[in-house]
């Protein structure tokens, strides 16, 4: 009977023998190690594009994110990430929807990384985290061209008024915690949560911990552009 595990593309060893990653262009292809990975390039690369999510081979309709989740997905996000624009050319309430998003990841990761919690966070107790997200949007504005040219006083208390509502299909609810796992769950997308942690990097100026994610940023825009090697980079499958 044929295994349905997964197994390395290129010397079909499965776990717990090996652990897998994924080409991190496509996020499809498996493999146990750089080493399989770049013998297989040659192969992969052919094939690599084509199996990107939401992608096309047609190089003039290059592929969008997230498939699902929003009003509409937008083209090259890494790029939007590391030229500023991430939040422009979308809707209102698709830019609501992200700026709730990236905040409650942040705050998740915050608490999960480095156990901190702000007081007025629900992590540390408050009942909604509206305070700390006004925080989060003032700082936002402070950052050079961040927000959409259209934001102003009153789409700001429309975005807090969202975060506010507490109804039960209400998934962007402050009062509410978020983890990754409902976030790839909600957008359709692995990589979705990388996004939103990197805008919340370029609001913060640093991530959690003090991480710095400017190389993975630039690598990830690199391969939408085509100038990476999208399969010499593997992430994780978990």
Same mark, same amino acid.
Not at 164 to 174: E, V
């Given at each position: 009977?044929?295994?349905?595990?997964?197994?390395?593309?290129?010397?079909?060893?499965?776990?717990?023998?090996?652990?897998?990653?994924?080409?991190?262009?496509?996020?499809?292809?498996?493999?146990?190690?750089?080493?399989?990975?770049?013998?297989?390039?040659?192969?992969?690369?052919?094939?690599?594009?084509?199996?990107?999510? &939401?992608?096309?081979?047609?190089?003039?309709?290059?592929?969008?994110?997230?498939?699902?989740?929003?009003?509409?997905?937008?083209?090259?996000?890494?790029?939007?990430?590391?030229?500023?624009?991430?939040?422009?050319?979308?809707?209102?309430?698709?830019?609501?929807?992200?700026?709730?998003?990236?905040?409650?990841?942040?705050?998740?990761?915050?608490?999960?990384?480095? &156990?901190?919690?702000?007081?007025?966070?629900?992590?540390? &107790?408050?009942?909604?985290?509206?305070?700390?997200?006004?925080?989060?949007?003032?700082?936002?504005?402070?950052?050079?061209?961040?927000?959409?040219?259209?934001?102003?006083?009153?789409?700001?208390?429309?975005?807090?008024?969202?975060?506010?509502?507490?109804?039960?299909?209400?998934?962007?609810?402050?009062?509410?915690?978020?983890?990754?796992?409902?976030?790839?769950?909600?957008?359709?997308?692995?990589?979705?949560?990388?996004?939103?942690?990197?805008?919340?990097?370029?609001?913060?100026?640093?991530?959690?911990?003090?991480?710095?994610?400017?190389?993975?940023?630039?690598?990830?825009?690199?391969?939408?552009?085509?100038? &990476?090697?999208?399969?010499?980079?593997?992430?994780?499958?978990?």
């Amino acid at each position: 009977m044929t295994s349905s595990l997964p197994s390395c593309t290129k010397c079909k060893k499965s776990p717990p023998e090996v652990k897998l990653k994924r080409c991190a262009k496509c996020w499809k292809s498996p493999y146990c190690s750089r080493d399989c990975q770049k013998a297989d390039w040659k192969a992969h690369k052919k094939i690599c594009r084509t199996q990107e999510p &939401g992608s096309s081979a047609d190089s003039d309709n290059p592929p969008t994110s997230p498939p699902k989740g929003l009003d509409a997905p937008v083209a090259k996000p890494f790029t939007r990430l590391e030229n500023g624009t991430w939040l422009h050319d979308r809707s209102e309430k698709d830019v609501y929807r992200l700026l709730i998003d990236a905040y409650r990841l942040r705050m998740e990761d915050n608490y999960n990384h480095e &156990g901190e919690a702000d007081d007025d966070s629900i992590y540390g &107790g408050a009942p909604h985290g509206l305070v700390g997200f006004r925080r989060f949007l003032d700082l936002v504005a402070e950052r050079d061209k961040l927000l959409p040219p259209w934001w102003d006083a009153d789409k700001r208390k429309a975005c807090e008024e969202m975060g506010m509502d507490r109804g039960g299909g209400n998934f962007y609810n402050l009062a509410a915690a978020v983890e990754k796992g409902e976030i790839i769950d909600r957008y359709g997308d692995q990589r979705f949560p990388m996004q939103l942690r990197m805008f919340a990097e370029a609001v913060y100026l640093s991530g959690p911990g003090g991480a710095d994610g400017t190389r993975m940023r630039e690598m990830m825009a690199s391969m939408e552009s085509g100038e &990476g090697q999208g399969g010499m980079t593997f992430l994780s499958m978990r």
